[in-house]
């Protein structure tokens, strides 16, 4: 493992981040390597999606498209058990 330093962090961050531990039942060190864990991993995850979505036969969507066409059929589906009863 190595060890990572952050200089000049102000104290009102550091103490957020600490009452954000404490609240979880985590030390310091916990929540911030959780915390640089998950952007790593989230950024090679969007590494592979753009490198899925340059592809040949792929289709790209808008930003919320996927949400919105759940939500019509969500109300498609409440209308028409509400149309049943």
Request: glycine share 6%; proline share 2%.
């Amino acid at each position: 493992m190595v060890a990572l330093q952050i200089r000049d962090v102000p104290a009102e961050v550091r103490d957020a981040l600490a009452e954000q531990a404490n609240a979880r039942g985590m030390s310091l060190q916990g929540l911030l390597l959780e915390l640089v864990t998950t952007e790593a991993r989230r950024s090679r995850n969007l590494d592979i999606l753009k490198r899925a979505g340059d592809r040949p036969g792929t289709h790209r969507s808008e930003v919320g498209e996927a949400a919105k066409e759940l939500a019509a059929i969500r109300s498609e589906r409440l209308d028409r058990s509400e149309s049943d009863t």
